[in-house]
Nanobody, 117 residues
Framework: QERPVESGGGLVQFGGSLRLSCVVP????????MGWFRQAPGKQRELVAR??????IDYADSVKGRFTISRGGENTLYLQMNSLKPEDTAVYSC????????????WGQGTQVTVSS
């Protein structure tokens, strides 16, 4: 089973921007819910943003107005991150659900985002 593959992470200064991408393999068909999660050292993984097949979008309160989730066709998910803060430092992973996915969905390996102060 192939996994989603994230890219676009890196080191950025306070106030900077990054755009994360998640490529969903074609064997994961007809995604219903696509989302971005993050996990900082010593903290639990948390939802950053997600969207579903009918266009509903949710954001964590901590990223509203700064981050934008979007889809590029069926197989790519983006997360535009602006006005980055040190507290945004984490490993960002995409998560995909479809009708055939396990309860936890399909996870990518993650991409590191580090924001320096």
């Amino acid at each position: 089973q192939e996994r989603p593959v994230e890219s676009g992470g890196g080191l950025v200064q306070f106030g900077g921007s990054l755009r994360l991408s998640c490529v969903v393999p074609k064997n994961i068909r007809s995604p219903d819910v696509m989302g971005w999660f993050r996990q900082a050292p010593g903290k639990q993984r948390e939802l950053v943003a997600r969207l579903n097949s009918i266009g509903n979008i949710d954001y964590a309160d901590s990223v509203k107005g700064r981050f934008t989730i979007s889809r590029g066709g069926e197989n790519t998910l983006y997360l535009q991150m602006n006005s980055l803060k040190p507290e945004d430092t984490a490993v960002y992973s995409c998560n995909i659900h479809n009708r055939w996915s396990p309860p936890s969905g399909y996870w990518g390996q993650g991409t590191q985002v580090t924001v320096s102060s």
